[in-house]
């Protein structure tokens, strides 16, 4: 989950990233498992719309607040899980040519504030550019060195600050999503985002629908708590993935594409209710070894190539939680994120 609307880039002389052996091996080896089993995306989209139907349903006609609450916490974990079958769909992973697939997720994205050009175009980026000092913060959280914090002006330092403040990712739904992917496009280049109108019109029209002919209370536990739950724990699986203790930043000279997917993305440990929840997004730097691998099939693919089985590891811990939420920059001469207040190398 990403907000483009926080981001800047430092330097637009990107450079292209140059496969070197290894990677052209490791990526070799994944693409056996880049093939999609169609009746297997049908399968998981069926079923995940059928209980997302269902918990709607609990959550709208029930009478009892603790079921209506905890339905709402169920379609909000529903919704992540069906965001990583859009996600997986804009990588033409799974459902590559089906119209109904394609009406289908291309609904749920506009619903859920992520219109597809914008959404595919700013991630594409990402997967260009993951953890290059220079270039990858469109479509992903910023990254500022700790010597560029210090020459940074005091707007750019609050800017900066606000971008990764666990405050942003806790109000995904206004900062990350209404603002990052559909009123800064505006904003940036009206002409060619004119599509998010179309998203913020089916967001806001369901949301009227809902509150004129089901009341305000209905549409917070089928629809408003929901989606700002999915929409906070996206913002964090996206943030926790890219920023944890063992991730490595490096310059586009010094970039490898299999070196970012493999010491830049990391695996985040979850339980198995978890796993089917989040899509297996968890199997993150697997995902960017190679985009074209359906999420099904990620544990496959740890489980069969050695190079995948040793990734910098994460979990949904109190304690990790806290500790990836605390690194803020990047320290060239320790090589790791660190703190704002880390030793005597930056000074607020």
């Known amino acids: 989950m990403s907000s483009p609307a926080l981001l800047k880039v430092e330097s637009e002389s990107l450079l292209p990233a140059i496969p070197t052996q290894d990677d052209r091996q490791l990526l070799i080896a994944s693409r056996k498992y880049a093939e999609e089993y169609r009746w297997k995306s049908w ?12 918990l709607v349903a609990i959550a709208g006609l029930s009478s009892a607040i603790w079921l209506r609450s905890l339905s709402s916490l169920l379609i909000g974990l529903t919704l992540v899980r069906m965001f990583i079958l859009y996600h997986d769909y804009l990588h033409q992973a799974i459902f590559k040519g089906s119209r109904a697939a394609g009406a289908i997720l291309t609904i749920y994205g506009h619903l859920m504030l992520t219109a597809p050009t914008i959404w595919k175009r700013s991630h594409d980026h990402h997967h260009r550019n993951n953890s ?18 210090q020459s940074a002006s ?10 990764r403040s666990p405050l942003t990712i806790l109000f995904g739904y206004f900062t990350v999503f209404l603002f990052g992917m559909c009123l800064f496009p505006l904003f940036c280049d009206f002409k060619r985002n004119t599509g998010v109108f179309i998203t913020l019109l089916m967001h806001f029209s369901l949301i009227t629908f809902s509150v004129i ?6 549409t917070a536990f089928v629809f408003l708590i929901p989606t700002a739950l999915a929409m906070m724990l996206g913002s964090y699986l996206f943030y926790i993935q890219h920023n944890f203790p063992a991730a490595k930043i490096r310059t586009n000279t010094e970039w490898s594409y299999t070196d970012a997917a493999l010491c830049s993305s990391s695996y985040l440990e979850l339980g198995t209710i978890m796993r089917w929840f989040t899509g297996n997004i968890g199997y993150h730097h697997i ?17 069969g190539l050695k190079g995948l089985q040793n990734p910098g590891r994460t979990s949904l811990k109190i304690s990790e939680i ?20 880390s030793g005597q190398q930056v000074k607020s």
């Open 322 to 341: 806290i500790s990836c939420l605390s690194l803020k920059l990047w320290d060239t001469d320790r090589d790791q994120l660190v703190p704002f207040f």
């Open 213 to 218: 002919f089901f009341g305000w209370a209905t």
């Open 287 to 303: 995902h960017h070894l190679n985009a074209k691998i359906p999420f099904y099939r990620l544990p496959e693919a740890m489980a």
């Open 43 to 54: 399968l998981h989209l069926i079923s995940t719309l059928v209980l997302l139907a269902a």
């Open 132 to 149: 290059k000092l220079l270039g990858a913060s469109i479509g992903s959280f910023p990254i500022m060195t700790t010597s560029g914090y």
């Open 154 to 163: 005091l707007l750019q330092r609050i800017e900066y600050r606000v971008s």
